[in-house]
């Protein structure tokens, strides 16, 4: 399974980005898809998360602000982040995973919330 992930970049604080990811490969029906997010000396935690079901879990600190969603028949996953702040700054990882299958990641895509 692939990973490519597109968004991220610069924003000020209060701001808004949208992280988009699209996975290719053995794409299995039943699975899960999100982001974490990562700031050095950290470990990597969860942001968001979405199965094939379409039952959305979130971090506490982004809930009323992020929001996840899926296309199955592309095998996406978007982020709409809004009302960033600079503690949202990291960069930020989708990931694949199914049933008995370990966890596929994307390369990363940085995301920075300042003035």
């Known amino acids: 399974v692939q990973l490519v992930e597109s968004g991220g970049g610069w924003v000020q604080p209060g701001g808004s980005l949208r992280l988009s990811c699209a996975a290719s490969?053995?794409?299995?029906?039943?699975?899960?898809m999100g982001w974490y997010r990562q700031t050095p000396g950290k470990q990597r935690e969860l942001v968001a998360t979405?199965?094939?079901?379409?039952?959305?879990d979130y971090q506490d600190s982004v809930k009323g602000r992020f929001t996840i969603s899926r296309d199955n028949s592309k095998n996406t996953v978007d982020l709409q982040m809004n009302s960033l702040k600079p503690e949202d700054t990291a960069v930020y990882y989708c990931?694949?995973?199914?049933?008995?299958?370990?966890?596929?990641w994307g390369k990363g895509t940085q995301v920075t919330v300042s003035s």
């Open positions: 990931y694949y995973k199914a049933v008995a299958t370990t966890p596929y």
């Open positions: 979405i199965t094939s079901r379409g039952i959305a």
């Open positions: 490969g053995s794409i299995l029906r039943i699975n899960a």
